[in-house]
C-alpha cells in the first residue's frame, strides 16, 4: 500500500530533479527541436512525426510459470495499462526474472538507468537524497503489483531514487529498448493529457505531484449521453470516477420516487462511498449532458487515493443528510 505522503515537492529545494520539473525539460526540448509539444498534437499527427526505427522483438526465455506470474502482475501494474493485447504480449516476452535479497540494492540514485522493474513478491524500500550532504528520506514501501524504475526511461535522467530488497524480493524487469517502443509513448501520452486536468482537482491538489502522475497511468475513460445512469443505486459498486466533462446529478430513490440529492460539475469525484464502505451503491448517478468521466477500478483506487484517503473520509459529511448510517 502506498505510504501516506512524506514529503511534498515544496518541502526543500532539492538538488537533483523532481518529477514536474522532469516533464517541463522534457517539453522544453522538444520545443527547441522545433516539435510542437506533445500535448498540442492529435494522436495521428503525434503518430507520424514519432516513427520509430526497426525493432527487434526480444524473447527472454522463462519459465510457464513466470510467464503466469507476469501476466498477474502487468494487469495491477498501472504503467502498462495503455497498451492492447498484442503490445502486452511483446512486453510480457522481452520480460526477465530477477531475485534480490534483503538489502540489496536494486537501484542507485544518480546511476544511469536502463531498465524498470515491476514487482512480483516481497516489498521494496524506496529511498531520496533531496539535498547533497542530506541524509536519505524513506520515501515509500513497494508492494507487488507496484512497478519504478519508470523516471530514468520516460526522461532519460538519471536515477532519481534509491531501491533496497526490504525483504527477498523478486522482480520482473523490462529493457529500455522494449519500453522505448512498446511502452513509453502511451505512457508519456497519458501523462500528459491527464497531468493538467488531474492538478485541478481540488481532491488530488496537495497530493504529490509523482504520485498525481500514477493516477493519470491508471485512469480510464467512458463516456456518456445525457440521461445516461452512469451508477444505480443498490448495485455493487467497483469504480471511483472524475468528471471530466459535462454535469451530474445523484438522486436517491426512496418508496418508488426519485428525487435529486447532488450534483456534481467537471473536476468533482463520486462513487467513493461503496468503495469505502464497502456497501451497495447509495445513489443513482445520472448524466444531465454529454459526460465524459474518468475512473479507477477499486484497486486503483485503494492504492493511488490512499494518501487522501482523510480527506475523502470527511468530505463524506456531504452525504449526510441523505445517506442513512
Ligand atoms: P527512477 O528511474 O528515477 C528510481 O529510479 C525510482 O524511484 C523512480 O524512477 C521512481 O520509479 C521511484 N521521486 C522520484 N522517484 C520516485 C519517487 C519520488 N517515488 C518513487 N520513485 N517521489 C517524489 C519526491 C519529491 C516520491 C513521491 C511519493
Not at 463516456?223 to 446529478?249: A, L, S, V
Not at 418508496?255 to 456497501?279: C, P, T
Not at 477500478?297 to 487515493?305: E, K, M, N, Q, T
Amino acid at each position: 500500500m502506498i505510504q501516506k505522503k512524506v514529503l511534498s515537492s515544496s518541502d526543500e529545494s532539492s538538488e537533483d530533479e523532481h518529477v514536474e520539473e522532469l516533464m517541463d525539460k522534457q517539453k522544453l526540448v522538444q520545443a527547441k527541436a522545433n516539435k510542437p509539444t506533445r500535448t498540442s498534437v492529435s494522436a495521428e499527427v503525434y503518430g507520424q512525426f514519432n516513427k520509430k526505427g526497426q525493432y527487434q522483438a526480444k524473447k527472454v526465455n522463462k519459465s510457464q510459470d513466470a510467464v503466469k506470474r507476469i501476466k498477474q502482475r502487468m494487469t495491477q501494474a498501472f504503467m502498462f495499462s495503455a497498451l492492447d493485447e498484442h503490445e502486452l504480449a511483446i512486453v510480457i516476452d522481452a520480460m526477465e526474472e530477477r531475485k534480490f535479497k534483503a538489502g540489496d540494492f536494486v537501484i542507485k540514485q544518480g546511476d544511469d538507468g536502463d531498465v524498470l522493474y515491476v514487482v512480483d513478491q516481497g516489498q521494496l524500500d524506496c529511498f531520496k537524497v533531496f539535498k547533497k550532504g542530506e541524509p536519505e528520506k524513506h520515501l515509500k514501501v513497494y508492494q507487488p503489483g507496484e512497478s519504478f524504475g519508470e523516471l530514468a526511461l520516460l526522461y532519460n535522467v538519471p536515477r532519481a531514487a534509491t531501491i533496497k530488497a526490504k525483504t527477498e524480493a523478486i522482480c520482473f524487469s523490462l529493457d529500455r529498448e522494449t519500453f522505448n517502443h512498446i511502452v513509453k509513448d502511451a505512457a508519456a501520452k497519458k501523462r500528459e493529457k491527464y497531468e493538467e486536468f488531474l492538478s485541478k482537482i481540488e481532491l488530488l491538489k496537495d497530493m504529490d505531484p509523482y504520485e498525481r502522475l500514477q493516477i493519470a497511468d491508471a485512469l480510464k475513460v467512458q463516456k456518456f449521453n445525457k440521461n445516461d445512469y452512469i451508477i444505480r443505486q443498490g448495485e455493487q459498486g467497483n469504480t471511483f470516477y472524475f468528471i471530466q466533462k459535462g454535469d451530474c446529478i445523484a438522486t436517491k430513490t426512496e418508496n418508488g420516487a426519485e428525487n435529486k440529492v447532488y450534483s456534481y460539475n467537471v473536476g468533482d469525484y463520486f462513487g467513493e462511498l461503496a468503495l469505502i464502505k464497502h456497501e451497495p451503491r447509495a445513489a443513482n448517478i445520472v448524466a444531465q449532458s454529454e459526460v465524459v468521466v474518468v475512473y479507477l477500478d477499486s484497486d486503483s483506487f485503494r492504492r493511488l487515493i490512499g494518501p487522501v484517503d482523510e480527506i475523502l473520509k470527511r468530505n463524506m459529511s456531504r452525504y449526510e443528510k441523505y445517506v442513512k448510517k
